[in-house]
């Protein structure tokens, strides 16, 4: 078996990873012998199967199925998935569902208020969700600019927001906005 790696790095394929799910986890069996992936300048021990991983994405605005970090419990990294489109569909609705999990994010639809005090900026808004306050710090930071006209607000928790269309926003919500961005 070939296993793909460099010097930080193994690359998880199909051939030798197989996702589960555990209970109400994601979980992770290795087929293949867990010592042909030492070659990991990580040298972390592998174990054949985890009850649970977690996925972060390694570019997470514009690349969400391709290069996701596998992990297991303290968040050391198994290795890397470049293209999730390559598993079953089983496993690929699995993967999804966890990254979304963990990348949940609602979509602003309109900007109510924005208030500042204190250097944070409060913006109440009309959400796919419902109605929600989204407190920011360093507002500068907080927004940022994906492509042309798509933003995402990130909140003092880490929470994200998504404006898909800053365009298709009405025009009050688009007149707050924009002394932000």
């Known amino acids: 078996m070939d296993i793909k790696t460099n010097n930080t790095v193994v690359y998880l394929t199909p051939e ?15 087929t293949c012998d867990t010592s042909l992936l030492k070659e990991s300048a990580l040298d972390i021990d592998r174990k054949s199967h985890y009850d649970r ?13 391709n290069y996701i970090s ?6 050391n990294e ?17 993967i999804r569902e966890e990254l979304e999990r963990v990348y949940y994010s609602a979509h ?3 900007i109510k208020s924005v208030k500042e005090k204190l250097g944070y900026a409060y913006f109440a808004v009309q959400c796919d969700c419902g109605d929600i306050d989204i407190p920011l710090r360093d507002i500068y930071r907080s927004i940022i600019r994906i492509g042309e006209d798509r933003i995402v607000m990130i909140d ?5 927001y998504y404006i898909d269309s800053v365009e298709a926003l009405d025009k009050k919500s688009r007149k707050k906005l924009e002394m932000y961005i």
Do not use: M, Q, W
């Open 16 to 30: 030798f990873t197989h996702f589960v799910k555990c209970s109400d986890f994601l979980g992770l069996d290795i």
């Open 156 to 160: 003092v928790d880490g929470n994200r």
């Open 53 to 65: 991983v977690k996925l972060r994405r390694a570019f997470p605005f514009t690349s969400s199925e």
């Open 78 to 94: 198994i290795g890397l998935i470049e293209d999730i489109t390559v598993y079953p569909e089983y496993e690929i609705v699995l």
């Open 108 to 110: 602003i639809l309109k």
């Open 70 to 75: 596998v992990l297991d419990e303290d968040l």
